[in-house]
């Protein structure tokens, strides 16, 4: 039997991967008690771990 993974089960990211992501209105953020600024075009790279629950305030993914 071939081992299929879950599409529910996301890979797990390691400590040091992070993210760019970025909101309509170019805001920073701040998510488990650190503040990320955004960068002139309202880039914020944050830990990948951080991501679906910005994507729940309205935060995107932006290609690098």
Known sequence: MADNPSPRRAP???AGDTVAMRHEDGAGCSWGGRSFAPDANGIVTVPAIAAAELI???FGFVAE
């Open 12 to 14: 797990k990211a390691a």
């Open 56 to 58: 729940e305030h309205g």
